[in-house]
């Protein structure tokens, strides 16, 4: 998958076989080029070591013109798919809810990935991670690093909005990447 922005193109591989809902889904959203013309919107940026660390989140915003259902929920203790540097996940609300919007981390995030242990639903469920990137990491930092307006969000994204939103041109298909090549 190619994700290109106004910013360079990162490139992922999208976990097709273990993540098939949400894989599926994001794949849906390129196919039908939903993505295209849409932005990343947000950079939500943690303090703990190594740095850069955080977020990057883009995608539909919720726009009815581009949305499609939400999805099943689909945990990483099932998938296998876990929130690692690079990795793509979905956002959502609650689990059950993505469907547009999606996230890439600059590091591993394991507190993202599902607990089957606790007894919070939200920790139990975590977020569905669904492919990793493997070239353009650089571009993934450069827009974390892109000024955030400090009146822009609600609630907890208050401050993580990107000023100037970086344009997604399009996402496309292209041939497989060999695994060896991992995210930098």
Not at 22 to 45: C, E, I, P, S, W
Not at 143 to 149: C, L, N, R, V
Not at 164 to 171: A, F
Request: net charge negative.
């Amino acid at each position: 998958m190619a994700i290109e922005t106004t910013m360079g193109t990162i490139t992922a591989a999208i976990e097709v076989e273990r993540a098939p809902i949400t894989a599926g889904n994001f794949l849906k959203y390129v196919d039908q080029h939903r993505f295209d013309g849409t932005v990343f919107y947000r950079a939500m940026r943690l303090d703990w070591p190594p740095q850069p660390n955080g977020l990057i989140q883009g995608g539909t915003q919720n726009d009815p013109q581009r949305i499609l259902p939400s999805i099943a929920h689909e945990p990483t203790n099932v998938t296998g798919v876990h929130h690692i540097r690079g990795a793509l996940s979905m956002a959502r609300f609650a689990p059950g809810t993505a469907t547009g919007d999606f996230s890439i981390l600059l590091q591993a995030q394991p507190s993202m990935d599902a607990d089957p242990t606790s007894d919070d639903p939200e920790i139990k469920a975590g977020f569905a991670a669904f492919g990793h990137v493997v070239a353009g990491m650089d571009v993934v930092e450069a827009i974390h690093a892109a000024p955030t307006d400090p009146e822009k969000g609600e609630g907890w994204m208050k401050g993580q909005m990107l000023a100037n939103p970086v344009k997604i041109v399009r996402i496309v298909r292209v041939s497989a990447v060999p695994v060896s090549e991992a995210a930098e």
